[in-house]
């Protein structure tokens, strides 16, 4: 199948021929969903951690007699039922949010994204991005040329310069084909692919 291939001014100059297993497959919309809820559970670090009513600091102290308050009876003031008392199911530190997808399944939804982003016209093949020096300003204007403001750029190779130009953008992610994730191919409004970065993720996910 074919891509439209996208000049220095973005607009399309011609078409470059594309391998259909990565972006020709069928919309499968419950794997990209759990696809990009592994990611984004895989990401957690599940650091957070709640107290007991034995680990809050509390005295034991009994805080009101037993009887003649008209109140109900309590023990002391760590328990669940106080404000400030300690949790009855407490979260716990270092807890595991990992979601196993085994390999078959990751790459079939990378390429369900790349698909679809095909046919949404989100997605783009350039010859090349490189920038002559780590200048901000130069990378910016070449994608203020393109009429790209919201873009995915994978380059087959990241070099300093371009590394260093792409990273004060705040809508603009350069990456290398292994580091293509799926919340960033689904965030973004344009994903361009350079000709080389193709049989990368030809091998990748095909």
């Not at 040329?145 to 260093?164: C, G, K, P, Q, R």
């Amino acid at each position: 199948m074919q891509v439209e291939l996208l000049n220095d001014q973005g607009q399309a100059s011609s078409n470059v021929d594309v391998p259909e297993t990565v972006f020709g497959r069928d919309y499968n919309e419950a794997l990209i969903h759990q696809l990009v809820v592994a990611y984004q559970a895989n990401a957690r670090q599940g650091t957070r951690a709640q107290k007991d009513r034995e680990q809050v600091h509390h005295s034991t102290k009994k805080p009101f007699k037993q009887k003649g308050t008209g109140r109900a009876r309590a023990g002391m003031t760590s328990s669940p039922l106080w404000r400030g008392g300690g949790r009855i199911f407490p979260n716990s530190p270092d807890e595991n949010f990992t979601q196993k997808l085994n390999k078959k399944m990751y790459r079939a939804g990378m390429a369900s994204i790349f698909s679809q982003l095909v046919r949404e016209g989100r997605l783009a093949v350039v010859d090349s991005i490189k920038v002559d020096s780590p200048k901000t300003k130069q990378l910016a204007d070449k994608f203020k040329a393109m009429n790209l403001s919201h873009v995915l750029v994978i380059a087959e190779e990241v070099d300093e310069n371009l590394y260093l130009a792409s990273r004060n953008l705040p809508n603009v992610l350069v990456v290398e084909p292994r580091y293509a994730d799926p919340v960033s191919l689904v965030h973004y409004k344009k994903v361009l692919v350079t000709k080389a970065a193709i049989d990368q993720l030809k091998e990748m996910f095909a």
